[in-house]
């Protein structure tokens, strides 16, 4: 059976930091492209950022330059470190792997940034 469970949301003041993880267990992680979405109240769910197999990272336009995606393949965990959050940050962050077929969610996270 598949797990993503993500770790490490909360309330944080603008221009404060978090750090996201996402233990994923039944995957053979190492092998997975992983990613993290998120969907803000009233909004479609969208990129944040992905990391393949390999290390190789993209990020959404918004949060270039403020969050990293990183991943610990003998943890099989991923992790989204935010710096410098927005107000416009606050939503539900998940965690994705995709596979052939569809893709594998987390529950969500939320991050709630006041300003």
């Known amino acids: 059976q598949v797990q993503l469970v993500e770790s490490g949301g909360g309330v944080v003041q603008a221009g404060g930091s978090l750090r996201l993880s996402c233990a994923a267990s039944?995957?053979?992680?190492?092998?997975?492209?992983m990613g993290w979405y998120r969907q803000a109240p009233g909004k479609q769910r969208e990129l944040v950022a992905t990391?393949?197999?390999?290390?190789?990272?993209i990020y959404a336009d918004s949060v270039k330059g403020r969050f990293t995606i990183s991943r610990d393949n003998a943890k099989n965990t991923v992790y989204l470190q935010m710096n410098g959050l927005k107000p416009e940050d606050t939503a539900v962050y998940y965690c994705?792997?995709?596979?052939?077929?569809?893709?594998?969610w987390g529950k969500g996270a939320l991050v709630t940034v006041s300003s």
């Open positions: 039944g995957i053979i992680f190492s092998s997975y492209r």
């Open positions: 994705n792997a995709p596979y052939l077929n569809g893709d594998y």
């Open positions: 990391i393949t197999s390999g290390g190789r990272t």
